[in-house]
């Protein structure tokens, strides 16, 4: 395993063991990440860093160019794959490699992850996310859009859900559909709601 104290790993903030995690005051159980990282999911009693170290390299990647980030990448997927080794049912870990697939292009294996997740934990959001973003992805837009209208019942506040299902009627051409989820993500994250607004003009 690489030295967690190199440089690279100084550009986040490092999940503990006293991160918040599901089943707390956070409903969709994320750990404590930059933005950016695609709200990764902590791992609860995790056997000793092989998960958290996955999820740090995950954020790091989520950062870097092509060569860096595809190096996190596949250093993240060892870590996880080790602790899906030592804690085969953990659902924090399939979601996180849902997210990490996704980010890499390799959607039909973040929906099989995903799908790991849902069957392990059926009413966290994230996971149906992850599933949804890869359906869109794969152009299964009927199935995307199913799965991101659960992230949203699970959780009506999730921004990075209604931006996603957005994107997903867009691509089904249903314009109204996604304008309203484009108005409901102007209070929520307008960050987002401008980057799909820019979609619905393209």
Known sequence: MVDKSATWFGAIKPMTSNTRVA???NPR????????SDHLEEVKDEPKGFSYYGADLLCVAAFG?????????????EAFRQALRLRPNDVA????????????GRH???????????????????PRRHLGYAYLKMGR??????SLKEAIRLDPAYAEAHHNLGLAYL?????????????????LNPDLANQLEREMNE
């Open 23 to 25: 089943g707390s005051d």
């Open 29 to 36: 159980g994320l750990a404590e990440a930059p933005a950016s």
């Open 65 to 77: 160019g092509s060569a860096s980030g595809l190096a996190r990448y596949a250093e993240a997927l």
């Open 93 to 104: 870990t399939y979601s996180n490699l849902a997210s990490m697939y996704n980010n890499m």
């Open 108 to 126: 039909a294996e973040a929906a099989e992850a995903a799908r790991q997740a849902i069957r392990l934990k059926p009413d966290l959001p994230n």
């Open 141 to 146: 837009y009927a199935e995307a859009i199913a």
């Open 171 to 187: 691509a089904s051409h249903n314009r109204s559909a996604a304008l309203k989820h484009y108005r409901i993500l102007r209070s």
